[in-house]
Structures are given as structure tokens and as C-alpha cells.
């Protein structure tokens, strides 16, 4: 689900709007593959990545004279961790680290998206996490198979591992889902994840998309795809190319506060609603856009995120520097962050 930077730059290789020719460049993309920096169970270890980051991005200045003339105005990075650029999975800890200072200029391609957050910066653009396209489609039942299951939920509801206490992960929705939910009939909900998990989403009518450690989840782009409307748990979220997925039309918001309410909210929504809701999750376009597939198509999360770059063109001319003029601190951060890759 953070491999979202690989693909672009797959994409991007082969990519039409691709230019060899730096000066007829709109924008700069910097792989860095900060992702890839992994702890022994194959989870992204971000501690690092501001290090990674500042070494490439010193790197790109030293040699070449395009990040120096805006300081990285012109550049996009995708930075798919849990809170982007914050390099942090706990909130607590991301927020105080911020954004790092380098990157405060560029603009950057994240999943996290969350309103009135230190972590999200004006004019980024906000994409869903990476989903297997062609795992998901060989998993595919056929569309008029009864959907049986009222809601479904497989995923962790503590993580006893980093948050032994309780109550932190998740900000407490996902315990909450379970205390008030684990025997009740119309959940099927559980920690297990059984070989026929996407079989089971397009079984479901809704699917409980709730925040973990950041409010971004890759159920989001599952339900999309399987049909299942979507009960999206995560407080002030911004979610991916809201100009082409009518996320209001199609899911069902509850504030975290309300899940012990959770079975109220659903059974009280009409038929007539659950079934507009899942025709509009019919549309091919809508569930394209949800997905980084090889080779790219036309619509897809690629190219969702290329109409976002074209929205913010052209480049302001108050971007570029004068010669010689600095904006940015290069000693600003932590001092750790400071080492050399």
C-alpha cells in the first residue's frame, strides 16, 4: 500500500509528458523511494527517510541548476507514508516533527490527507494508497452474486505492539467498533483475513473504512472496486481526486465520536439510498482512478495526479529566485535528521 512512488516513476519513464529536456519541463519528479527503507516485517521505517530525502534533494542542487532557482517550487516528491512528509506513524510524533523543511516549497503527492493538519500543506495533492490491480481482478465474483453480509471489517482493532495502553491507535474507533460490535449479527467483523477477503467485500453492502494509525486506508480503494459502499471512520479526511470520485455520493461518513452508534446510522439508511449509492460505485471511471495499473490507463490514479500538477500551472513567477537568493533553511529539523544519508 506505500508503493505508490515506484509505479510513478514506472509510469512516468514510459510517459508521453515525459521530456529529456529540462528546459521545457513544467515539473521535476525526484524518486527517492523513501518507502523502501524497510523493518524486518516489510513495514516502511520513516525514521530515516528525512535523511534520504535532504541527501537526494542535496544532491539535485549540487549538480544540476533547476532546484536552486525555486527551491524545489517546481518538483514534486511522492511521499506515501502515513503522515507524508511528517515522516512519522504516530500523529503525536509526526506533528512534531512537521513537514520537512526542505520540502516546503515543493509540492508533494501523499496519501495522508486530513484538514487543518501540519502534516498536509497547501496545494498538495492527496492519492490513494497503492492497491495490487490484477490481484484484486483475479478475485473478481460475478456482479450479481447477493450481497449477504450487512458489514464487513478484517484488520487489526489494537495494536498492542506500539500502543500497549489502548486508546491511541486509531484514536480508539477501531476498539470502539469492536467492543460495541464484535457479537452483534450484521457485523462480520474480525482480526483474521481469510484467503477470500475481496470475495467477501463484493458479498458485502458496507464496508468499514476506519482510520489506523493516519486516517488513510487502503480499504478505501478496496471497497471502491468491489462495489461496497464504503463507512468511512476518520475525522476531517481528505480523500483522493474529489473532482472525479463523488466520495459524498457514494460512501457513508461517521464521525468517530458516533461509532458506538454504528448499526443505528446504517439500518436507518433507506434502500432506495444504498441502492443509488452502489450504482454510482458501478462506474468503471470511478474505480479506475483508485488504481496505479501496469500499463497505465487512461484515467487512472496516474493520471488523476497529472491533472493535478496541470491545475497548478502555470508557474507564478514570483516562484523563481533571484540569483543568489535563499528561502530555505538547510539546518532547520532535528539534529538526527541532519546526518548524511
Known sequence: MFAAEIYMQRFLLSSPVRTLNPEEADWFYVPVYTTCDLTPNGLPLPF???????????????????????????HFFVVPHDFGACFHYQEEKAIGRGILPLLQRATLVQTFGQRNHVCLKEGSITVPPYAPPQKMQSHLIPGKTPRSIFVYFRGLFYDVGNDPEGGYYARGARAAVWENFKDNPLFDISTEHPTTYYEDMQRAIFCLCPLGWAPWSPRLVEAVIFG????????????????????EDIGVFVDEKDVPYLDTILTSI??????????????????????????????????????????????????????G???????????????PW
Not at 507564478?316 to 529566485?321: E, G, N, P
Not at 537568493?325 to 546526518?339: C, F, S, Y
Request: hydrophobic fraction near 45%.
Open 228 to 247: 461496497c459502499i464504503p463507512v468511512i471512520i476518520a475525522d476531517d479526511i481528505v480523500l483522493p481526486f474529489a473532482d472525479a470520485i463523488p466520495w
Open 48 to 74: 530515516k527517510s528525512p535523511r534520504m530525502m535532504r541527501s537526494a534533494i542535496q544532491l539535485i542542487a549540487s549538480n544540476w541548476p533547476y532546484w536552486n532557482r525555486t527551491e524545489g517550487a517546481d
Open 325 to 339: 537568493e535563499k528561502l530555505l533553511n538547510w539546518t532547520a529539523g532535528p539534529v538526527a535528521d541532519l546526518k
Open 270 to 323: 433507506p434502500p432506495e439510498v444504498i441502492l443509488r449509492k452502489q450504482r454510482l460505485l458501478a462506474n468503471p471511471s470511478m474505480k479506475q482512478a483508485m488504481l496505479f495499473p501496469q500499463p497505465a490507463q487512461p484515467g487512472d490514479a496516474f493520471h488523476q495526479v497529472l491533472n493535478g500538477l496541470a491545475r497548478k500551472l502555470p508557474h507564478d513567477r514570483s516562484v523563481y529566485l533571484r540569483p
